[in-house]
């Protein structure tokens, strides 16, 4: 089972900072937040991570709250073609694993 | 520099049948993994090759298999189909150089059981 929670969907109007909210209560010191997105019918996409530290990059902002239970994704300025599910993932540090633990994840509506 | 590609797009197969997806992974990438992922879900990892060997497995019967070539392409197979295994299966690959635990992941190949 995922060890995240998001809300099913979420509205933004075009320009406006898209907020996305993640729980991961049970989330373990070894643990990394990663998002990632799925564009209708394609394969998704990594948007950025996180351990502690809030990160930033040109596609996005994550700030990590202090205990690391919760998590928040910006887009700052979301266009149409962020329409999209966006998935909040924990996945332990070492990377000899690909296996990403999916749940369903926000959907995205940008309007004009 | 080419991204994932997998093959076929789309196919219909009839249950019982025997499928084989394709995948090439992104250039200098080692590591494979395959993920299944039914309609209005989030993906499931079903398996990861590294070095030609499956080294990960999620929670798939054993007529899921998979190989991994020399040159870490990969193929995903599946016997005696069922209908719930119609779905978008995904390849992903991740590794080389720079190695930040991303995931680049391939467009899917859709596949239909009747």
């Known amino acids: 089972d995922a060890k995240t929670t998001q809300p099913p969907s979420m509205d933004c109007a075009e320009g406006r900072a898209a907020n996305l909210p993640c729980n991961h209560s049970t989330i373990s010191g070894n643990e990394y937040v990663y998002w990632y997105r799925q564009i209708h019918s394609q394969g998704p996409q990594y948007i950025i991570h996180?351990?502690?530290n809030n990160e930033t990059n040109e596609m996005a902002s994550l700030i990590i709250t202090e205990d690391r239970k919760s998590s928040t994704l910006i887009l700052p300025h979301a266009t149409l073609r962020d329409t999209a599910v966006y998935y909040c993932?924990?996945?332990?540090?070492?990377?000899?694993?690909?296996?990403?633990?999916f749940g369903t994840g926000t959907r995205l509506q940008v309007f004009p | 520099e080419t991204g994932v590609t997998q093959s076929p797009t789309h196919l219909i197969k009839t249950r019982g049948q025997q499928v084989t997806l394709r995948c090439s992974s992104q250039s200098g990438h080692n590591t494979v993994s395959w993920y299944q992922q039914a309609l209005g879900q989030g993906p499931q990892f079903i398996f990861q090759?590294?070095?030609?060997?499956?080294?990960g497995r999620g929670n798939f019967p054993p007529r899921f298999s998979g190989l991994q070539f020399p040159n870490y392409s990969s193929e995903l197979n599946v016997n005696a189909l069922e209908l719930d295994d119609s779905a978008l299966y995904l390849c992903?690959?991740?590794?080389?150089?720079?190695?930040?635990?991303?995931?680049?992941f391939g467009e899917g190949s859709r596949l239909t059981v009747l």
């Open positions: 993932i924990v996945r332990p540090r070492a990377y000899n694993t690909d296996k990403l633990i």
């Open positions: 992903a690959s991740s590794g080389g150089l720079a190695n930040t635990g991303e995931l680049f």
């Open positions: 996180g351990l502690k």
């Open positions: 090759y590294y070095r030609e060997e499956e080294n």
